[in-house]
């Protein structure tokens, strides 16, 4: 204990008394709970409930349990320091806390508890002094001196909790409870943060009944016949209560919120929803729809076999109007080379003139080709000679040497065979073999 300094008492129980310390080397606050009883034993100690439980509870919302020191057979418990507990936070405040305040602190403390009851362990004692916080932001269960194992084997001690948060079962000194008296103890915290009073503050046991049956009603014997056969061994007597509807008890509380709560305070302890079933209660789906989305259609399968195809019919649509046939349009081509492209519908004189023309060219051709080339322009004179005009004989030397045929009908009378001229290579050993071989691309480059 020399490595923390006591700074001042934070409270008195009976088990123990806690004090707010500090740690010498790094400052760190923590709380620390001196045990009143001696231990001369560190297996003693060790087998205590609260200190097997924290060994094996690690979460968010359970307070974290640092070291044990034992010192002159005094037994000292080192917890991670939270300001104040829920009681003071009730007590404090000068108005209620707004509902989504109040959610987020019960889902805090259901998530404490689902955790608990999941590895084995309920509390037995939950009420707002146990509940730490550092603010409505932060909740955390502690206290856990009455914890017990959930497989341990009953009777239990039937003095266990505050009265104010007992469960009717306990009140009625049944030795074969469970988790479900934290979830009745929870319903109790869930409408006093509603209303920021205690729901049923009885005196006694016998008054505690009395304040249960007031406002929850007289339990049906079919519905509970175990809690009719604890009243009859004890000689006790339900009184006969029509209750009131919770939402005159706690009109703060929204719908969902009271149907949370009607389900927590249920007499018969197998109807009240687990900690993990209360989670999933429509209180805590904010921002969530309730209905559940339908899934998205999935992408059939491939197989092998080809399922039918339903082809549906369209009714023809209407074709659009075809334009009326246009005249045929005038060759331009004829003004570039000075003559006219003979087409079919111009009539038998123009394609009679077209075969004079060829005669021309037949014979500019012969006389070219001893003077080593073709010109155009020296056609121009032959054929304008011979009635045809300049613009004529270029139109005519042009079909005849480039082959050229427009209109919609072609004359092979205009078509002529080009000599093809056999190019020997010079470097036929180089290739393999010395066959003649025609060099395409020398012939249409001469």
């Known amino acids: 204990m020399n490595r923390y300094v006591v700074l001042q008492q934070l409270g008195d129980g009976t088990y123990g008394s806690v004090v707010l310390a500090q740690r010498r080397d790094t400052g760190e606050k923590v709380a620390i709970k001196r045990m009143k009883r001696k231990y001369y034993s560190w297996d003693e100690a060790m087998n205590l409930r609260e200190v097997k439980s924290l060994k094996k509870l690690n979460h968010a919302n359970i307070v974290k349990l640092r070291e044990v020191i034992r010192e002159n057979d005094t037994l000292y418990f ?9 009681y003071q936070l009730i007590r404090d405040t000068e108005r209620p806390f707004p509902e989504p305040v109040l959610r987020n602190i019960v889902y805090q403390v259901l998530q404490g508890l689902a955790h608990m009851h999941r590895h084995g362990f309920f509390h037995r004692d939950l009420k707002p002094e146990n509940l730490l916080c550092a603010g409505p932001e932060l909740v955390k269960i502690a206290d856990l001196g009455l914890a017990r194992e959930v497989r341990s084997r009953p009777p239990y001690t039937d003095y266990v909790s505050t009265r104010w948060y007992r469960a009717p079962e306990v009140l009625l000194h049944d030795t074969r409870y469970g988790a479900p008296i934290d979830l009745w103890a929870l319903g109790c915290i869930v409408a006093e943060l509603y209303t920021c009073r205690p729901l049923f503050p009885g005196n006694s046991e016998l ?11 007289t339990p049906h014997r079919d519905s509970w016949p175990e809690g009719y056969a604890l009243a009859d061994a004890l000689r006790f007597r339900f009184p006969q209560c029509a209750g009131v509807p919770l939402a005159r008890v706690v009109p703060t509380a929204g719908p969902p919120a009271l149907a949370l709560l009607g389900a927590l305070l249920r007499y018969p302890p197998r109807e009240r929803p687990t900690a993990p079933q209360a989670l999933r ?40 109007a075809l334009p009326a046939p246009q005249q045929p349009l005038r060759d331009h081509f004829a003004d570039i080379l000075g003559g006219e492209v003979i087409h079919e519908n111009e009539g038998e004189e123009r394609l009679a003139s077209a075969r004079a023309l ?8 012969s006389g070219a080709e001893g003077r080593g080339g073709r010109s155009v322009l020296a056609l121009g004179g032959a054929v304008g000679g011979g009635g045809g005009g300049g613009g004529g004989g270029a139109a005519a030397a042009y079909l005849g040497a480039a082959r050229y045929v427009a209109g919609s009908r072609i004359d092979t009378s205009l078509f002529h065979p080009l000599p093809l001229r056999a190019h020997h290579e010079a470097a036929t050993a180089a290739v393999g073999s010395g066959a003649t071989r025609v060099d395409w691309a020398a012939k249409y480059l001469r």
């Open 78 to 86: 080192v917890f991670e320091y939270m300001r104040a507990n829920l």
């Open 207 to 217: 008054d505690q009944l009395y304040k249960i049956c007031a406002v929850m009603g």
């Open 281 to 320: 209660y429509p209180y805590f789906a904010v921002g969530v729809g309730l209905i559940a989305p339908q899934p998205p259609p999935s992408r059939p399968r491939r197989s092998g076999a080809r399922e039918p195809v339903e082809i549906i019919s369209q009714p023809p649509q209407p074709q659009p």
């Open 358 to 365: 060829r005669r021309v060219s037949n014979a500019y051709r």
